[in-house]
């Protein structure tokens, strides 16, 4: 193959060009064409290749529909739920781990889960397996490649991490898995009155709490991207840090953190101490609104009208303020000192909102 007539080599001197070529006689060696290696060129992705044939995908859905029995129009649909590009039942993007899980899944619904549960689980674990890959691809980045290195070893030595670490992250997600899933037994409720009704009701009476970054989204136009990244990641450190049981953090994205507790006084009391803490860590300012009242569970996450009062409450927080429903102050009302912070309108509810801010007791 030609690499210097079909402008591989462009623009490389020196021992850049030397890697370069030995680096494509390997992928050719394993089987890479030349418009595959071209195409990879042009998205600065020539030296990931080995790293993706590492991580393996040799099977088509067909292939493992004749191996586990399960059929390739649904394994395709998992892997569309996954958030995974869209393939056709001849394409080898599966690997040994997707057999694995046609079997399971050939499990779960001999079992008696039907195809829509296991779709909601699907489109969850997509969602979570999304933010996790990502975050562990740039973090190998970061940890392994050192400045001046030529695409060649680079290329090598990544492939061999991949093949050594990838495995051993599987121990690490069974046990996060099974931790939460004894949690979440144990937050369960499982009585007479479910046992009768056949099912457990998905909503529930809890405490909402969002909070946030004030100014994040201007930030985004004046500070650069890596420092930006940088907050928010430092947001959520502090957020996990701080939650203790009952209050629940479930989730966080960029500038804002999610919270629930069925019971007001501890979850203020989280919202107070993340705002000192982000003060504290010399970050921008943090504000909080909580609000209490139904809230239903799909997918991992909450809604209903506690949720919708939490957000628009944050929305008219005060920097490093903790804002509040009456329901959450009439709960908490001997735990905290509060001062009236007027009636609002919020949007989706008829009548003004009565609002009080929360502040640790004085000494």
């Known amino acids: 193959m030609d690499f210097e007539a079909s402008g591989l080599l462009d623009g490389l001197e020196g021992e850049q060009r030397d890697a370069r070529r030995r680096l494509l006689e390997k992928l050719v060696a394993d089987g890479y064409e030349l418009d595959d290696l071209k195409r990879a060129a042009a998205e600065d992705r020539l030296v990931l290749l080995p790293v993706e044939r590492a991580l393996g995908a040799c099977f088509t859905a067909s292939e493992i529909e004749q191996r586990t029995g399960l059929p390739a129009h649904v394994l395709i649909r998992l892997r569309r739920m996954l958030g995974l590009s869209e393939v056709g039942p001849d394409d080898p993007v599966f690997g040994e781990e997707d057999v694995a899980m046609a079997n399971s899944t050939r499990l779960f619904l001999d079992a008696g889960l039907n195809e829509s549960a296991i779709a909601e689980m699907t489109?969850?674990?997509?969602?979570?397996?999304?933010?996790?890959?990502?975050?562990?691809?740039?973090?190998?980045?970061?940890?392994?490649?050192?400045?001046?290195?030529?695409?060649?070893?680079?290329?090598?030595?990544?492939?061999?991490?991949?093949?050594?670490?990838?495995?051993?992250?599987?121990?690490?997600?069974?046990?996060?898995?099974?931790?939460?899933?004894?949690?979440?037994?144990?937050?369960?409720?499982?009585?007479?009155?479910?046992?009768?009704?056949?099912?457990?009701?998905?909503?529930?009476?809890?405490?909402?709490?969002?909070?946030?970054?004030?100014?994040?989204?201007?930030?985004?136009?004046?500070?650069?991207?890596?420092?930006?990244?940088?907050?928010?990641?430092?947001?959520?450190?502090?957020?996990?840090?701080?939650?203790?049981?009952?209050?629940?953090?479930?989730?966080?994205?960029?500038?804002?953190?999610?919270?629930?507790?069925?019971e007001p006084g501890p979850l203020v009391a989280v919202a107070l101490n993340l705002v000192e803490a982000v003060r504290e860590d010399d970050m921008p300012s943090l504000r909080a609104g909580i609000a209490s009242g139904p809230a239903l569970l799909r997918a991992g996450d909450f809604y209903g009208h506690s949720v919708n009062v939490a957000s628009r409450v944050t929305g008219l927080a005060r920097p490093d303020s903790v804002l509040c429903t009456q329901e959450v102050r009439d709960s908490a009302s001997e735990e905290f000192d509060w001062s009236f912070a007027g009636r609002h309108r919020l949007k989706g509810v008829k009548e003004p909102v009565p609002l009080h801010r929360a502040r640790r007791r004085r000494a």
Do not use: W
């Open 123 to 262: 489109r969850v674990l997509g969602e979570s397996m999304s933010r996790l890959a990502t975050t562990t691809s740039s973090t190998f980045v970061e940890s392994f490649l050192a400045p001046g290195e030529n695409e060649h070893d680079v290329a090598m030595r990544f492939a061999e991490l991949a093949k050594a670490l990838a495995p051993a992250m599987e121990p690490v997600l069974t046990a996060a898995y099974a931790a939460h899933l004894r949690e979440a037994v144990r937050r369960a409720v499982l009585g007479r009155a479910e046992l009768e009704a056949g099912f457990v009701p998905d909503a529930q009476e809890l405490t909402v709490c969002f909070a946030d970054l004030v100014g994040f989204t201007r930030m985004g136009v004046q500070v650069d991207p890596q420092e930006l990244g940088g907050l928010a990641r430092r947001l959520a450190e502090v957020a996990n840090e701080l939650t203790e049981p009952p209050v629940r953090l479930i989730k966080t994205i960029g500038d804002a953190a999610m919270f629930v507790s069925p």
